[in-house]
């Protein structure tokens, strides 16, 4: 048996699939199917139950599933300790945040790809909050308030936010003075979130009203811009429209509760190197980036 075909046993299993194993493989479903069922021969039990809707583990391969991960992430350690000091191979699945992933994150994953010709990355963007386990990914860039899970989470930089408007919006509306004038303007919301401020060490939090929602981000922005109604985004989203004058920083006597940016990786295991790599430059970039520094009115 050899490591291939455990890893590949192991998408498979975490992916509920052939067919999507593949794809985070980046291999043809037969090259997967053949992987699987000469691990099976060798083994000389059914690790797979098949069938039209996917693959499930038998109760074998639920065991076995969860030492051949063990065997994969230790060979990965063992290849990283042999390997020339800091160069990084194999594959670095990553999942991103859409509103400014491409813009602000992309970057240091190409950066990280330029240095490591040996290493594979695949990035995902995407504003709906992914399942780093399910979804077979080393790691997540997360950002805003990390919720409690079973991940284990490095902050790599702090995230404000401002609630804001064009200088249109509130020449016809006014401005909230307060957390409870905001439900008698229009809101630019993503759902049916809470917006939370600060007033002196106590957290207020208001239901917003509007007409518009996006999933993301910079629809958001560009609504407010429009103006649509006010907004309460991320600093790094909005700072080139906050220092053009498109949009003004408002009630800014109750500012947003501190948040963050995260990178997440699955508990239990030995950080990749990979990972540590990745988040050292996502750490200095924060610090480096006036998008992250703060916004140009504080």
């Not at 909050?129 to 860039?141: H, K, N, Q, Y």
């Not at 508990?267 to 916004?295: C, W």
Request: some cysteine.
């Amino acid at each position: 048996m050899n490591i291939e075909e455990l890893q590949t046993f192991v998408e498979v299993a975490d992916a509920g699939g052939v067919s999507p194993a593949a794809v985070r493989l980046g291999v043809s479903k037969s090259i997967v199917s053949r992987r699987l069922a000469r691990l099976e021969e060798e083994l000389g039990v059914q690790l797979l139950a098949r069938s039209t809707r996917g693959a499930a583990l038998t109760e074998a391969g639920a065991t076995f599933r969860d030492y051949a991960a063990r065997v994969c992430a230790e060979m990965d350690i063992a290849k990283e300790a042999i390997m020339p000091t800091g160069a990084l191979r194999g594959r670095l699945r990553v999942a991103a945040p859409l509103s400014f992933g491409p813009t602000h994150f992309a970057p240091i994953l190409a950066e990280m790809a330029r240095r490591h010709p040996e290493l594979y990355v695949q990035a995902c963007y995407s504003d709906r909050f992914v399942d780093v386990i399910a979804e077979g990914f080393d790691c997540a860039i997360r950002v805003g308030y990390l919720p409690d899970s079973n991940l284990i989470a490095r902050c790599i930089g702090p995230i404000n936010a401002s609630l804001l408007a064009s200088p249109g919006y509130i020449e016809a509306h006014g401005s909230p003075q307060e957390p409870a004038e905001i439900i008698a303007h229009q809101a630019l919301m993503t759902g049916t979130e809470a917006w939370q401020f600060m007033d002196g060490d106590k957290v207020v939090s208001v239901r917003p009203r509007g007409r518009f929602r996006a999933d993301n981000g910079i629809a958001l922005v560009a609504a407010a811009v429009a103006g649509l109604g006010i907004a309460y985004l991320p600093d790094c989203l909005t700072y080139d429209n906050v220092v053009s004058g498109a949009l003004v920083p408002i009630m800014t006597r109750f500012p947003a509760p501190r948040a963050g940016a995260y990178v997440v990786r699955p508990s239990g295991q030995h950080p990749a190197q990979k990972i540590r790599v990745l988040t050292d430059l996502l750490i200095e970039y924060f610090g480096q980036s006036p998008h992250f520094a703060g916004a140009p009115h504080h």
